[in-house]
Nanobody, 125 residues
């Protein structure tokens, strides 16, 4: 069993930065792949970024490439999402999610077994 706790959201002006954290319980978390999703009001939850176990690979949705960076610190059992050059369109609740499949990319929310509670990111223009 893995429990995830999201944090780091807040209110920021366009062009600013935030770093989200996803802290996990469980000794085997380093063997899980982790993704960040986001959900804006009235919209479907969408895939944002993915990192494989042990950070072998990372993937991003096109709209955040070059601005967001996903990383993980196995010693701290934590995955991060560094978000730079934020835009109002990035406003959403951000969720981290984990799955036992360690490597393969999955962008569908149904592919993930464990979820954090979400953290609100609001970008003002």
């Amino acid at each position: 069993q893995v429990q995830l706790v999201d944090s780091g959201g807040g209110l920021v002006q366009a062009g600013g930065s935030l770093r989200l954290s996803c802290a996990a319980s469980g000794r085997t978390f380093s063997t899980y792949a982790v993704a960040w999703f986001r959900q804006a009001p009235g919209k479907e939850r969408e895939f944002v970024a993915h990192i494989s176990s042990r950070a072998f690979t990372t993937s991003y949705v096109d709209s955040v490439k070059g601005r967001f960076t996903i990383s993980r610190d196995s010693a701290k059992n934590t995955v991060y999402l560094q978000m730079n050059s934020l835009k109002p369109d990035d406003t959403a609740v951000y969720y981290c999610a984990a799955r036992r499949q360690p490597i393969s990319l999955a962008t569908r929310r149904g592919s993930y077994e464990y979820w954090g509670q979400g953290t609100q990111v609001t970008v003002s223009s």
